[in-house]
């Protein structure tokens, strides 16, 4: 009786959890300034003086090397590691990467071609000036400066709004952010104490797991010029709940084993864990 209160409440915690951050996302999504994903943010350095090469040379290396170790973690373990956490995280590093990549390549060569093309505008323009030069009525001027305005108007795309995969590229990576700090967390602060006698190979992918994702994130975002709108961590909210209902069920299909022992929702004092990480949320919502 005792398991099913537990149960009970803790449902109640994660639905009124979950429920809250789809609220806060409805309601705060598109709604202020803060919430507007422009292009030229998702792919140009904070720093003008940077190339954005050098930020896609960066992810396109962070994508390959949180695949390689996340690969080698399955040749080690198996396919079981995904029911943990800290897997789930490192495939959502992968994917950020993987989609900023893609995102930070075209977005570059997009603007390579147009101002390849503002160039040769620009060219025409001043040519047209230089058969002008010697004088010209008032409206053969006019045209000159109506034609060099539109030029400038069609390719100026510093307000270019992000489409729909930098939009997804956004959301994740502030999902990933999340992420990255609560792995890392209980990770150095909650489990590595207690560990000794490990293998040097399983230390070294553990390292990787629980370090260099933090380390990927931190590095992006001093390169990168990406707004952080606090409300977004409702995605990360909503990303654990997935998380915590996926163990749910794998436990209820029959698994009786979980991986992390506070996840286990009849256990005396399971509520009091799923209302310590609701206010957790809540801390990182405001």
Not at 91 to 108: K, M, P, R
Not at 232 to 242: E, I, K, N, P
Request: hydrophobic residues 50%; contains cysteine.
């Amino acid at each position: 009786m005792e398991g099913l209160v537990s149960l009970l409440l803790c449902s109640v915690i994660i639905v009124v959890c979950a429920v809250a951050a789809i609220v806060l996302i409805v309601v705060k999504e598109g709604s202020s300034h803060t919430s507007t994903v422009y292009t030229d943010n998702l792919w140009k350095p904070s720093c003008s003086s940077l190339h954005p090469f050098w930020l896609l040379a960066f992810r396109f290396l962070a994508f390959l090397y949180s695949s390689t170790i996340l690969i080698t973690d399955v040749i080690v373990s198996g396919f079981s590691i995904f029911y943990f956490y800290t897997q789930w995280s490192f495939v959502l590093l992968i994917t950020y990467f993987g989609v900023a990549t893609v995102v930070s390549a075209i977005a570059a060569s997009r603007s390579r071609l147009s101002g390849s093309h503002f160039a040769k505008a620009e060219s025409t323009v001043g040519l047209i000036k230089g058969l002008y030069s010697g004088g010209g009525d008032v409206e053969s001027k006019n045209a000159i400066a109506t034609l060099q305005m539109y030029w400038e108007t069609v390719f100026a795309d510093d307000e270019e709004l992000a489409t729909y995969w930098g939009f997804l590229m956004q959301i994740i990576f502030q999902t990933l952010a999340g992420a990255a700090v609560l792995t890392d967390a209980v990770y150095w602060l909650g489990l590595f104490p207690f560990m000794k006698d490990l293998p040097r190979s399983y230390d070294f992918l553990e390292i990787n797991l629980h370090g260099m994702n933090a380390v990927f994130v931190l590095v992006d975002i001093m390169l990168n010029r990406m707004s952080f709108p606090w409300f977004r961590g409702a995605y990360f909210t909503l990303w654990t709940v997935v998380y915590v209902l996926f163990q749910w069920s794998v436990h209820a299909l029959g698994v009786q084993w979980w991986p992390y022992p506070f996840l286990d929702p009849t256990q005396k004092y399971g509520p009091i864990w799923y209302l310590h990480e609701t206010s957790n949320y809540k801390l990182l919502l405001t």
